[in-house]
């Protein structure tokens, strides 16, 4: 990938699952029982994407152990997964600043408490060791005043998405004229449908409507009128799903939050390897000034 120009965007994700060895190895820096068994569960309230929230189920940080060690473990996962890629997604970014606490009773996410996380202290910890942050903050969902706070006094990019940029009046702070350049851009990511998924089945007949008129289209080409938008934006990177490109449908989608079975099963085939396809892309890289420098990187 390097040989080719090629900078890879790795994913963290802000929690880890019980029966991980982080948890086997490292027990005392997680809030369990005597039996080693979750008190508090993960999670997020209800949202877009389900209306009784997603419980997650994984361990909650004892966040007073990992500031006492100098938030050691948070250091050596880092460091370890840049070894392995040039950047992160820093998954579920807002529970930095305070994350959804479910009793590990509850069935549903429904019922919980918003609990203060480690804030800047724990990026000021791996700034100190690592150097400079090679980071995107994944700041969707129920996004509050802190959580924009720490991600722009740190520095890092925020997400846009286009699929939630059409709702109604007030207008959505994804819509393209509305973005910043301290942002990355998707058409949609892995939680959402593909793009012709989306405009076929999930979005409004005022979504399709705003989206039309927005484009001047006729929807018909729907995946390539939001690559369009995407790279036509100021948002300083673009990231667009293969599903796109090829103007896939809902049955290629990666996942659905919530969903536990048939997730992560779309593979590319040859087929959508399309010279074609690449030829257009390129055609928009270059029209909108995002071909790289040599030597550049994400």
């Known amino acids: ?73 948070w250091i050596a996962r880092t460091l370890h997964t840049l070894d392995l890629v040039d950047a992160v997604r820093l998954d579920h970014f807002r529970g930095f600043s305070a994350f959804w606490e479910v009793s590990a009773s509850e069935t549903t996410a429904v019922v919980g408490r918003w609990v203060p996380g480690p804030g800047r202290a724990l990026f000021d910890a791996l700034q100190g060791a690592i150097g400079s942050l090679p980071m995107v903050a994944e700041d969707l969902g129920e996004i509050t005043p802190d959580v924009l706070e720490l991600r722009r006094n740190l520095g890092l990019p925020g997400m846009a998405i286009l699929h939630f940029a059409f709702g109604p009046e007030p207008r959505s702070t994804f819509i393209p004229y509305q973005l910043q350049k301290d942002m990355v851009i998707y058409t949609g990511t892995h939680d959402n449908n593909t793009t012709v998924g989306w405009y076929t089945g999930d979005a409004t007949d005022e979504e399709r409507d ?72 390129r055609n928009l890289v270059e029209t909108f000034g995002r071909v790289r420098a040599e030597g550049g990187r994400l």
């Open 1 to 73: 990938a390097v040989e080719h120009g090629i900078s890879i965007l790795g994913d963290v994700p802000i929690f880890v699952a019980l029966d991980s060895a982080d948890v086997w190895a490292h027990p005392e820096l997680f809030l369990l029982d005597e039996n080693r068994r979750p008190t508090v569960v993960s999670g997020v309230p209800p949202d877009y994407f389900s209306e009784t929230g997603q419980l997650w189920g994984n361990p909650l940080y004892d966040w007073d152990r990992h500031r006492k060690d100098g938030y050691a473990w």
């Open 210 to 281: 705003l989206v039309r008129r927005y484009t001047a289209s006729d929807g018909s080409d729907i995946s390539w009128q939001l690559i369009r938008l995407a790279m036509a934006s100021v948002a300083d990177v673009a990231i667009i799903p293969h599903q796109d490109l090829v103007g896939l449908g809902a049955k290629s989608r990666m996942n659905t939050p919530g969903v536990a079975e048939g997730n992560w099963t779309f593979r590319l085939s040859q087929t959508m390897l399309d010279p074609f396809i690449a030829s257009r892309f």
